[in-house]
């Protein structure tokens, strides 16, 4: 099975930024498309961003000119960069595959506050 080990959260001021990574145990990372995804509290997790195994990327719309999805699949770990975070930026974030075919991780917590 596949672990996926998130880190980079923090807290952080409006306007700031933060870069998540998140490494998988496995190789198998290299041939699938990966995904960060956002869970605030009592809502349902959500889709930020996916970047395929070539790096084709597509974000959320509330992500769109703020984030940016990468990988490097030479170290099975894939990133996220957020610029001009947001207070409702905050969240605990996980990466999975984009068909999340993974057992979740334990996420990173990103909390957006003055």
């Known amino acids: 099975q596949v672990q996926l080990v998130e880190s980079g959260g923090g807290l952080v001021q409006p306007g700031g930024s933060l870069r998540l990574s998140c490494v998988a145990s496995e190789i198998i990372f290299r041939f699938v498309a990966m995904a960060w995804y956002r869970q605030a509290p009592g809502e349902q997790r959500q889709l930020v961003a996916s970047?395929?195994?070539?790096?084709?990327?597509n974000y959320a719309d509330s992500a769109k000119g703020r984030f940016t999805i990468s990988r490097d699949n030479a170290k099975n770990t894939v990133f996220l960069q957020m610029n001009s975070l947001k207070p409702e930026d905050t969240a605990v974030y996980y990466c999975?595959?984009?068909?999340?075919?993974?057992?979740w991780g334990q996420g990173t917590q990103v909390t957006v506050s003055a």
């Open positions: 970047i395929t195994i070539p790096g084709i990327t």
């Open positions: 999975n595959a984009m068909d999340q075919r993974w057992a």
